[in-house]
């Protein structure tokens, strides 16, 4: 019993051991693999990414119309294996280490180039 009331003491003066997330948010691993950074300026629109991407997370299509080259970057689909980031011959991207903000609306990139 007194060592049941010490800890009730305790624990009535500590502070909450959760983190209040996102006003207070944990630092990010230097190696995580939290966010698909893209340069389209760097892009050509070769379509690798888009190729080899395992969740179909990243979707090249041509308009034929106005010969230009749409792409898009789905987050709520990618499952940050990095793929692409190995294959782009362009260095066009890179793995960021801070998480995206949560959000219930699906954001989707989108990007056109020429054909
Ligand atoms: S692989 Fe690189 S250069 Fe090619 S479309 Fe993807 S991001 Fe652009
Ligand atoms: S990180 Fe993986 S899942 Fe995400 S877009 Fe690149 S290849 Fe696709």
Redesign the pocket.
């Known amino acids: 019993m007194p060592l049941m009331s010490g800890n009730l003491i305790k624990n009535l003066f500590a502070g909450p051991v959760t983190r209040p997330y996102p006003v207070a948010k944990r630092r990010s691993f230097p190696r995580a693999?939290a966010q698909?950074l893209y340069n389209p300026t760097g892009c050509t629109y070769c379509g690798i990414?888009a190729n080899?991407?395992?969740?179909?997370?990243?979707q090249m299509k041509e308009d034929r119309e106005s010969l230009r080259i749409n792409r898009t970057?789905d987050s709520f689909?990618?499952?940050?294996?990095?793929?692409?980031?190995e294959f782009c011959p362009n260095g066009a991207?890179k793995?960021g280490v801070e998480h995206l903000e949560p959000t219930d609306r699906k954001a989707v990139m989108r990007t056109a180039g020429r054909a």
């Not at 080899?52 to 990243?58: D, G, L, M, S």
């Not at 689909?77 to 980031?85: G, N, T, V």
């Open positions: 693999r698909l990414c080899i991407c395992p969740a179909n997370a990243i970057y689909a990618c499952i940050y294996c990095a793929r692409c980031i991207l793995m």
